[in-house]
């Protein structure tokens, strides 16, 4: 990808200043032992990556990165090329997920 494409998904997705960022990735197919290792590999390379946080039993992986470096996009592409296809489990469903 070249930089200007990520200069373009950086600016609608993440605040003009550099930042710990915390996203929270629904990955619906990681359904065994061996999944959230290809998952954690995956995002640990994406640059700007600090912390992968994986709670196999609600298929859920919690992403602490540097904004200025990574992004949400970036992150579900790093999850996709693995063969783990995510989405982004908006912070209030996260938060209630959390709760429960
Ligand atoms: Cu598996």
Redesign the pocket.
Known sequence: MNKSVIALLLSLSAPAFAATQRVTLSIPG??????PI?VRTALDRVPGVERVAIAVAKKEVTVTYDNAKASPQALLRATKDAGYPARVVPAAAAASGAAR
């Open positions: 990681m359904t065994c032992g061996a999944c290809t």
